[in-house]
């Protein structure tokens, strides 16, 4: 990073102190757009190799100061800058996962945790971020409790989030919400959604490209993954095929039916309420086998779901992953 982007800016009139961040004692002043905080520069340069080497650098004579205090002045969001310095400044604050946060925190101490080389709270940010979108197929249909939720409005910053960061591990199940929770609405993402306030945030142009692709592909496999509920014909060990074929032909008439609401959500297509709704008439034996051949088509389609966003294979990305969180 260049260190020169830490220059200094001249005082406006509108400052305000920021809460739970000035502290009397303390001999320096960050400044982030408007919002000033009043914290040790040597707890940061013990932090963060960026601040310590910015804070060697001699004060100018006639540089800014705010209450006696030099004042350093950042390039960031102060929102960002609150969620990251408290990370800092306050042991309580951002504790490590399982422990509950939410998205603007994970959002401003990941972004500048990552910027400014605190590796530590990298590591803890990106493990709360991955607990929301696992690598792994059965962490996906029976998750262990995420340490934050997110709606709707909130997957594309964690797309532009994860790509600023280079956590590439999060994009096949954060590219898969955003094709569920926005279907036959896609060309729409290009406008923009709101983040924080009514500022709009979009996807990159070459994201945006990748993920109308990948939804289309998402979307083709959505037949494919109820295909064993009448193929093979005949399953091994039934000796009432007649009746059992039939039922499960009926069974797969009436899914296909429901494909222009679901048909962005293969996963989702059937579950265990849905077994539990099959007609009496399907045998228990094409019961076991329907659900061992709808389990390999789970596991087919959720292997080839980063390739459909142009993305790293999952073997690849959970090295990345490795690394980055040892």
Sequence with gaps: MDRRSLSLRPATPDLRKAENLWFKDCGLV????????????????????????????????????????????????????????????????????????????????????????????RRRALLHLSSRFPTMLDEWLDPTPASWSIDSSLLIPAINLAREVSALWVLPALFYSLCTSTPHHFRSLARGVPFRGDKLTTLSQSDLELFLEGSHAQRECASSMLQFLWFPEHLQGCSTYARCYGARCAERKYREGLLYELGYQPLELWGEAAWRQLPPAICPTCVERMKSNHQLALNSFWDDLPVKYSLPCWEDLEQMKDGALA
């Design 30 to 121: 960050i400044r982030a757009d408007n919002v000033l905080f009043r914290v040790s520069g040597e707890i940061l340069a013990s932090k963060s190799p960026i601040f310590r080497d910015m804070l060697r650098i001699p004060q100018p004579v006639n540089g800014e100061t705010f209450e006696g205090c030099p004042v350093v002045c950042l390039p960031d969001d102060p929102i960002d800058a609150t969620a990251f310095l408290r990370a800092i400044f306050d042991s309580e604050f951002f504790e490590p996962y399982p422990a509950e946060t939410d998205f603007e925190t994970i959002h401003g101490v990941l972004k500048l945790s990552n910027k400014y080389l605190v590796d530590y709270l």
